[in-house]
T-cell receptor, first 115, second 115 residues
Framework: AQSVAQPEDQVNVAEGNPLTVKCTYS??????LFWYVQYPNRGLQFLLK??????LVKGSYGFEAEFNKSQTSFHLKKPSALVSDSALYFC?????????????FGAGTRLFVKA | DTEVTQTPKHLVMGMTNKKSLKCEQH?????MYWYKQKAKKPPELMFV???????INESVPSRFSPECPNSSLLNLHLHALQPEDSALYLC??????????????FGEGSRLTVL
């Protein structure tokens, strides 16, 4: 079965420091991996995706993620955190076995950036 | 126009009421989704429509009834709901109706409270 794991419920980082939000996946076949962000009482916003190609993917708001096939990981990173980055982050995978209709979300990681 | 619009933003209903949630997109997307999200949890897939046909029903209780009148509109009809159905209901769309590797575009959600 396809699954996504986000091992940290919360990540705390000081403003200006680099941040990492971890994600590992278990998918049969080629994974289609995504990161979404959710601010309080809002819908999810797409940040970036990995479909194929370069393992380092750059996305919105200065975020990037590295696809590591051997470690089955897709960690989200940003070189310098902002207070406004504080939000709930979801890693997700599109399940190719459902024709891509199903997107499986991780449990979410709350990022708290302290000024 | 890259928006998914959901109405109403907030809805309070009794257990005997009948109400509907509406979702609209004008991006020409051919797949539309309903998700349910409880507080601090990931979104859970409820229904998927592809080319206006119901493609996935995740064993959702019949008190939730989806409808896709055309490629731009998605409704969720609610009847005889339970208090545990209180949640944020998210609509999403994606460009293709199958074998889609693209990201989901989410609306802001409809916050439902069942009394």
């Amino acid at each position: 079965a396809q699954s996504v794991a986000q091992p940290e419920d919360q990540v705390n980082v000081a403003e200006g420091n680099p941040l990492t939000v971890k994600c590992t996946y278990s998918v049969s076949g080629n994974p289609y991996l995504f990161w979404y962000v959710q601010y309080p009482n809002r819908g999810l916003q797409f940040l970036l995706k990995y479909i194929t190609g370069d393992n380092l993917v750059k996305g919105s708001y200065g975020f990037e993620a590295e696809f590591n096939k051997s470690q089955t990981s897709f960690h989200l990173k940003k070189p310098s955190a902002l207070v406004s980055d504080s939000a709930l982050y979801f890693c997700a995978v599109r399940d190719p076995n459902t024709g891509g209709f199903k997107t499986i979300f991780g449990a979410g990681t709350r990022l708290f950036v302290k000024a | 126009d890259t928006e998914v619009t959901q109405t109403p933003k907030h809805l309070v209903m009794g257990m005997t009421n009948k109400k509907s949630l509406k979702c609209e997109q004008h991006m020409g997307h051919r797949a539309m989704y309903w998700y349910k999200q409880k507080a601090k949890k990931p979104p859970e897939l409820m229904f998927v429509y592809s080319y206006e046909k119901l493609s996935i029903n995740e064993s959702v209780p019949s008190r939730f009834s989806p409808e896709c009148p055309n490629s731009s509109l998605l409704n969720l009809h609610l009847h005889a709901l339970q208090p545990e159905d209180s949640a944020l209901y998210l609509c999403a769309s994606s460009p293709r109706g199958g074998l889609d590797t693209g990201e989901l575009f989410f609306g802001e959600g409809s916050r439902l409270t069942v009394l």
